[in-house]
């Protein structure tokens, strides 16, 4: 590799460890963004008690924002690597920028902590030793979404956006679903940009089943249409993957319908989901912390608590044999990084959506805890 | 005679350089003036400045007795005064009929009395009433301009080289147009074919380097052959 | 002989370029160098749209389309094959003529037709390239993009910056001298009076198609450094922005000047860092873009010919910007 | 049978929201031979104001007048200090609303923050009825009435009154037209405001239709309003609908019948016509 | 005598309306040709269907004997037909001996050349420099063409005219709009290049003198149909012409 490209971050003397963060603090994601760095200040907080400092040094976090661009996202993680000698690196919210920062960290022989990025392929063929996730993969989404649903001779639909995610999405849930004994009967795909869904959902219709799985993520949605088109009238139950909170509004059509959910504040029941919640409330203005608030947080445990253990030595190769197999508790309840692939093995929730006095959308109410188990994705790297 | 227009003094600049110089001269109502001077002496300037589409820099612009330099364009027109451009100023994507039409500022009975003549005048104008007025031969433009000037009823009209680029049978005819229009408006006319400028001007002024250096009555001017070469290099 | 026979701007111009040379000697550290780099290689490209734009008055929306085209041959010849310096020449090769088919088609088609049919054309035709790069997954991995091995010569941050400066070098001087040549100079002709130049007796549809595919291979070209200096690769190399990042420089730079565009594409590049990192500052500066718009918008209505146009203009009192058509 | 039904009707629908789009565009570009392409940015402007109007008073009408009088006030200033200067000149328009485009959109950020915001139809458009077994969604029903209304509104004007001829005289020849006692300034700021206010408003109604709107869907939509003014002409009102209207369906279908090729369906369409006919559908002039 | 140019029973109709009928003529070679009419006879239309701005409804046109009806305007101006426009048409922002310059390099074999520096054809410069001599503005060369005065606008189109060397000149009223004074100095220009340069030239001209002054023959074009063709004592003795287009006023304008 590059000459001066050695882990300078191992040097035992420093007193402080260097965080960078890389996130949409702008751009098109920019809302996700936010809610990982709120969430990792949080973390920090809570991992340290507040101090700021594990094993006697001080954290230092700096913030940069990627503006949704590889280029920038390759450009600030350089200069957080070279110029801050950072010894970790996190994110970041968009896969693309992520997958053109992860080659780095194995060049620097820097741990990165990849959050909320969920293309399989971080952690699958763009593999490398380097990288860790806490944030849950399309998988194991696809996983959730069937275990919620799925059942002996369930017929199922899917309807998805045309591109790499929505197909990945579709396929990773297929193969869940069948094993849990399902079929699927039908698969849908509807431009990424569409505002009208007529043509999909009268596929729909016609091939008559009792789910339809959505997989959606543009801002653009298909839920009043689905509504307006009746399907629910007609027999045929959705189901999907709650968003976060503004797009949940936008779901209003779909109370009662049955899908999964990667955070809502209500969900886990744990004494750190607690404290997130209310510090965060307390912080910002009453408002409760958002889908991926908790993915942020448990970035910052997972990384204190690795620290505590190799008791401030940031060398990435004791890291990585620190942080192959840790256990650590996150609002989402425990998280393992599985050795295999560095995936975080975590709790996802199936739920329903209900309407609820004084909230003015629909509210994911807790059906069941998916456990970590229950929604491990298959192993997807070549790492011997 | 009162005079329908009188400018003092004018001056004005295009971009940064200074154009008109001093400028001063009078139109009397009821008369046909002509301004006369060889090319770039700013005969057109002078017109332009008077319609507000150039602004002075100094000397006053008054119109029935009403000072209108740095008056916007519109408003000058207002006042009741007509222009018939250089450049014909053709609208090329509207019809004859349509550019007559934005021409025309109320539609009375008076106005279809003119726009009778008018066609009478020009018949060509009928022939092509649904052309656009792009696909007009050069010298039919220069009809169009004219009868576009002529459709309303105003004061004073400014004419800016009518007969050039017209036949000669036709430019018989568009002095003949001026003679009949001159019982109704005062006109101010800027002409290089000296045939008919003298044949219908009442008064002449002559315009050198951007300013009036010489004013007379038309028959004067005519047996003048020294001030006509002198200022018009005419032999 | 040679030698006493060059314009004293070429002096400065290769005195400049030696300064350059230096500049990894200096700065070691390669996030500065990929800065630099990124200004190199944005440079190219957007000379290779001025060349449509200042020198010929084309206005093109789907520039990106030849800079993606660029991106991803390399890419996708380094991963299928092996990371070698022969694959990513054949990738550089078929980059070069796939840009160079490409954009005869297009020009071909529409060059003859007013400007703005040309902007749309590239930019639908931008538009489908970029829902191919999304749907034929197995070969450019989709939106997601992928991450890929560059030849171990280029990884070294040095060598990359070398070559990044020796391909600007070449295109700058090699454009110079395209630009101050007969042909050249009928391409300002066009631009200030298609009809006249037609009348004369010159072919503009010719040369307008021979500006498009020469504009089109030098970004296909910047296209191929780009994805080699970030190793990774998605669909936001054929995305409006990037051509949107050319006109920016290109006008604020300067259009019908060629070192316009490369002061354009490092104020541009300097401007975005700089103001970015002030977010820290005040949260005014999140909103970078909208200063950016706005310094653009001034530049457009005050400025015109941009900083170099400008500033030639007042050396030489002379004003020669873009026609109004 | 049903089924062409239903996919017509709602592909209309699509159609007639892009043409309300589109129509201030073509308006713009038709009568004042501007090419504006910050019109994305007026269009997200009037999603977002009428939409924040819309969910405070609870008024869709308020919503709708909010949107209309943001593009009025947007496009006054727009024309004021933006277009004036470039009159004329297409290179120059389209440079400089390129940068208001981006302006627009970011500010959009500053005032009405990053997020996405959502939208619903109002109570009284909620809903579908079926006839038989077409399933019709009353709002969008409702805006192929209101698309109706525009474009005979519109027409009307164009045709039966002076100001289009006077508009149009303007453009060939400003001066001209001031020097018959027009007030061409005035005049050109009116109908740029009308345009504007139409793009605000057609933002305004795509909200509820999609549910959602966000700050970058101004460029995307915009694109779509020049392909769809491309197809149908530059500068013909008549095309743009006929365009926007042959967009609708086709996507409508081609998602039915070809589900493949429907993701380029309008970048071909627009490709076909550039290469085959490229004055578009309906071209008014040469 | 030989025709350079010659044409068949040309014809072209714009929606119905004959702009040119059935115009059969011969243009003799190095010969001085004018061509008068009313306006809208259909003068300039039949400019453009020589130099190719517009194809033929019906009829034949013919260059030294070979068909060019169907050949594109470039082609034309290639073989050897040049014209001037009745608008101005320069390139305003560029200096005058740049416009020539362009038109002299059309001629020459480089026109695709792009890796030569121009300054290495110090011939076109030298030539256009002759060129504006020619037509006197050689005092302008460095001025933006933009800021030239009207006739000097003109002048500047002849020599860009003069550069492609073309065996046959189309003038479409040169004079038009130029002050009496100017008139003679562009007088003296087509007559130079009528002596000196012996090529062929064709005039439309709306003035009278000019036309009796420089031409070897006259035609008259009249609603689009050749009325007559003679001498210009011929033609203004000719009765028809003289109620179609000279009116009563020709006399004393010659007076
Ligand atoms: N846009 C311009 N920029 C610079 N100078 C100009 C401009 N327009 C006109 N001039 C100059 O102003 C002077 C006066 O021009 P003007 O058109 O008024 O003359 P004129 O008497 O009407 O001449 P002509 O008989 O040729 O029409 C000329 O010297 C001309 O070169
Ligand atoms: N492109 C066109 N489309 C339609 N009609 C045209 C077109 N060009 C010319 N015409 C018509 O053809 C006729 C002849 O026009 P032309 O320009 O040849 O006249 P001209 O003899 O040159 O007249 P002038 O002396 O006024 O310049 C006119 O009636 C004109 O309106
Ligand atoms: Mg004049
Ligand atoms: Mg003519």
């Known amino acids: 590799g590059d000459g001066n490209a050695a882990g300078d971050g191992g040097d035992e003397s420093k007193e402080t460890i260097k965080i960078g963060m890389l996130a949409s603090l702008t751009g098109a994601l920019e809302a996700y963004g936010q809610q990982s760095k709120r969430g990792f200040e949080l973390g920090l907080e809570y991992a340290t008690d507040g101090t700021m400092e594990v094993a006697g040094k001080k954290i230092e976090v700096i913030y940069e924002d990627t503006e949704t661009n590889p280029k920038v996202a390759r450009q600030k993680a350089l200069s957080l690597l070279e110029e801050e000698n950072v010894d970790f690196l996190v994110g970041s919210s968009s896969s693309g920028d992520t997958l053109a920062v992860t080659p780095l960290a194995e060049e620097y022989e820097t741990i990165m902590v990849v959050e909320p990025a969920v293309a399989d392929s971080i952690t699958g063929s763009e593999y490398n030793d380097y990288i860790f996730r806490t944030a849950r993969n399309s998988s194991q989404d696809a996983i959730a979404a069937a275990a919620s649903i799925a059942d002996e001779g369930v017929k199922i639909a899917t309807l998805a956006p045309d591109s790499a995610f929505g197909r990945d999405g579709v396929a990773a849930f297929k193969e869940a679903a069948v094993n849990l004994g399902a079929e699927i009967i039908h698969e849908e795909y509807a431009a990424a940009t569409a505002t009208d869904f007529t043509a999909n959902i009268q596929k729909v219709i016609e091939s008559d089943p009792d789910y339809l799985f959505v997989v959606w993520a543009g801002a653009n949605s298909p839920w009043n249409q689905i509504a307006d088109m009746k399907l629910q009238e007609q027999g045929i139950k959705i189901t999907t993957g709650a968003p976060d909170i503004a797009a949940l509004s936008t779901m209003s059509a779909l109370v009662g319908m049955e899908g999964f959910t990667v955070y809502y504040h209500t969900l886990p029941d744990n004494e750190i989901n607690d404290w997130l919640v209310e510090e965060h409330k307390k912080r910002y203005d009453g408002a409760v912390p958002d889908l991926f608030t908790p993915g942020g947080m448990s970035a910052a445990i997972s990384i204190v608590e690795a620290l505590k253990k190799t008791e401030g030595d940031a060398t990435a190769d004791k890291l990585i044999d620190t942080m192959e197999g840790m256990s650590f508790d996150t609002p989402k309840g425990e998280m393992t990084f599985r050795p295999e692939d560095h995936q975080a093995l975590q709790s996802l929730y199936a739920i329903t959506l209900e309407e609820k006095e004084g909230v003015d959308y629909p509210v994911p109410v807790l059906k069941r805890v998916l456990t970590p188990e229950e929604t491990a994705p298959p192993i997807k790297n070549e790492k011997d | 005679m009162s005079s329908l227009l009188e400018l003092k003094q004018v001056e004005a600049y295009i971009q940064q350089y200074k154009i008109l110089h001093d400028i001063s001269f009078e139109v009397p109502a009821g008369e046909v003036t002509v301004l006369l001077g060889r090319n770039g002496a700013g005969k057109t300037t002078t017109l332009r400045t008077i319609m507000g589409l150039n602004q002075t820099s100094a000397g006053s612009v008054l119109f029935k007795g009403e000072e209108i330099s740095g008056e916007k364009t519109h408003t000058i027109a207002k006042k009741g005064i007509g222009y018939v451009p250089e450049d014909q100023g053709i609208f090329g994507d509207l019809t004859v009929g349509e550019n007559m039409r934005v021409a025309m500022k109320i539609e009375d009975q008076e106005t279809t009395d003119r726009m009778e003549w008018i066609l009478d005048l020009f018949p060509d104008l009928k022939k092509f009433w649904q052309k656009p007025g792009g696909q007009l031969s050069g010298g039919q433009k220069q009809m169009l301009a004219i009868a576009r000037a002529y459709i309303n009823e105003n004061d004073l009209l400014l004419v800016d080289e009518p007969s050039k680029g017209l036949a000669p049978i036709i430019v018989e005819k568009v002095m003949e147009s001026i003679e009949q229009m001159k019982e109704k408006t005062t006109i101010l006319l800027v002409e290089q074919n000296f045939m008919m400028a003298s044949k219908i001007g009442d008064r002449f002024h002559i315009i050198d380097d951007g300013q009036t250096v010489h004013h007379g009555q038309m028959e004067d001017l005519r047996s003048d052959k020294a001030l006509m070469k002198k200022y018009l290099g005419i032999a | 002989m040679m030698l006493r026979r060059m314009e004293t701007s070429t002096w400065i111009y290769l005195a400049i370029a030696l300064a350059l040379f230096i500049v990894p000697f200096i700065f070691t550290g390669r996030s500065v160098l990929f800065m630099i780099m990124q200004i190199f290689i944005f440079g190219i490209f957007a000379m290779s749209y001025d060349l449509l734009l200042g020198y010929t008055g084309i206005v093109s929306f789907g520039h990106a389309m030849f800079f993606g085209i660029g991106a991803y041959s390399a890419a996708i010849m380094l991963s299928n094959g092996e990371a070698s310096i022969m694959s990513l020449l054949i990738g550089v090769l078929i980059a070069l003529i796939f840009a160079a088919i490409i954009s005869f088609i297009a020009g071909i088609l529409t060059l003859r037709l007013k400007s703005h049919f040309y902007a749309m054309l590239t930019l639908a035709l931008a538009g489908l390239f970029l829902v191919a790069a999304e749907k034929w997954t197995s070969l450019t991995g989709g939106g997601e993009g992928f991450t890929f091995m560059i030849p171990d010569l280029l990884r070294d941050s040095g060598v990359m910056y070398v070559i990044c400066l020796l391909s600007l070098l070449v295109f700058f001087f090699g454009l110079r001298r395209f630009t101050k040549s007969p042909l050249g100079k009928v391409l300002v002709a066009i631009r200030e009076n298609e009809d006249r130049t037609e009348s004369l007796g010159y072919q503009v549809l010719n040369y307008k198609v021979i500006v498009s595919v020469v504009a089109g291979v030098i970004a296909s070209f910047a296209g191929v450094l780009y994805v080699l200096t970030l190793r990774f690769i998605d669909t936001s190399v054929f995305a409006v922005d990037v051509t949107l990042d050319a006109l920016l420089m290109t006008i604020i730079g300067g259009v019908g000047t060629l070192v316009g565009p490369l002061i354009g594409a490092g104020l541009v590049e300097f401007a975005h860092h700089w103001l970015s990192d002030l977010a820290n500052v005040h949260w005014i500066f999140e909103r970078w873009i909208i200063l950016y718009g706005t310094v653009y918008i001034l530049a457009v209505i005050f400025f015109p010919q941009g900083i170099v146009g400008t500033l030639q203009a007042k050396f030489r009192g002379r004003y020669n910007g873009l026609a109004k058509k | ?286 | 005598m030989t025709a350079i140019l010659e044409t068949n029973d040309l014809s072209i109709a714009f929606g119905g309306h004959k702009a040119v009928d059935k115009v059969s003529v011969k243009i003799p070679e190095k010969k001085f040709t004018s061509i008068i009419g009313p306006n809208g006879a259909g003068k300039t239309t039949f400019f453009n269907l020589l130099s190719g701005q517009l194809s033929p409804t019906s009829g034949r046109i013919f260059f030294k004997g070979k068909e060019i009806t169907k050949l594109s305007t470039t082609e034309r101006a290639r073989m050897g037909i040049g014209r001037s426009f009745q608008i101005t048409n320069i390139f305003p922002n560029l200096t005058v001996l740049e416009n020539v310059r362009l038109a002299v390099q059309s001629q020459a074999k480089v026109r695709y050349q792009m890796l030569a520096h121009f300054k290495h054809y110090k011939q076109f410069e030298e030539k256009a420099r002759e060129l504006l001599k020619k037509v006197f503005l050689d005092s302008k060369e460095e001025l933006r063409a933009v800021n030239l005065a009207h006739g000097e606008k003109r002048k500047l189109e002849m020599a860009m005219l003069l550069a492609l060397e073309t065996e046959v000149l189309l003038l479409d009223e040169p004079t038009a709009g130029m002050a009496l004074e100017e008139v003679p100095a562009i007088i003296e220009v087509i007559n130079k290049i009528k002596n000196e340069e012996n090529r062929t030239i064709v005039l439309i001209e709306h003035k009278m003198d000019m036309i009796m002054d420089l031409s070897d023959e006259v035609l008259v074009l009249f609603h689009g149909e050749l009325l007559a063709k003679g001498s210009p004592e011929e033609i203004v003795e000719n009765e028809t012409v003289q109620s179609a287009y000279l009116g009563g006023m020709y006399d004393e304008q010659l007076a």
Do not use: C
């Open chain 4, 1 to 286: 049978m049903d089924l062409i039904m239903s996919l017509t009707i709602n592909g209309l629908a699509t159609g007639m929201l892009i043409f309300l789009l589109a129509a201030g565009l073509t308006l713009i570009f038709g009568l004042m031979d501007v090419l504006n392409f910050a019109h994305g940015g007026l269009f997200v402007w009037g999603a977002f104001s009428g939409v924040w109007v819309y969910t405070t008073t609870g008024s869709f009408i308020a919503g709708i007048l909010a949107a209309i009088i943001t593009g009025l006030i947007l496009g006054a200033i727009t024309e004021y200090l933006i277009i004036r200067p470039v009159y004329g000149n297409h290179v120059q328009q389209i440079l400089i609303t390129l940068g208001l485009m981006l302006v627009l959109g970011e500010l959009i950020k500053v005032v009405f923050g990053p997020e996405q915001r959502s939208a619903q139809p109002p109570a009284f458009l909620e809903g579908s009825f079926m006839v038989g077994d077409i399933i019709l969604i009353k709002y969008r029903l409702f805006i192929i009435v209101v698309g109706i209304l525009i474009y005979s509104a519109v027409s009307f004007l164009l045709k039966r009154t002076r100001i289009g001829l006077i508009v149009r005289a303007g453009v060939m020849n400003k001066e001209m037209v001031q020097t018959l006692g027009i007030n061409i300034r005035m005049v050109f700021m009116a109908v740029f405001m009308v345009g504007a206010a139409m793009a605000a408003l057609s933002g305004m109604l795509m909200a509820p239709y999609s549910g959602v709107i966000y700050a970058e869907m101004g460029l995307e939509f915009a694109i779509l309003a020049f392909i769809v003014v491309v197809i149908g002409g530059m500068g013909s009102f008549k095309g743009s609908l006929f365009a926007a209207l042959l967009v609708g369906l086709t996507q409508a279908f081609m998602a039915y019948y070809v589900p493949v090729l429907s993701l380029a369906a309008n970048m071909l369409l627009m490709a076909a016509v550039l290469v085959f006919r490229p004055q578009g559908l309906f071209q008014v002039k040469g």
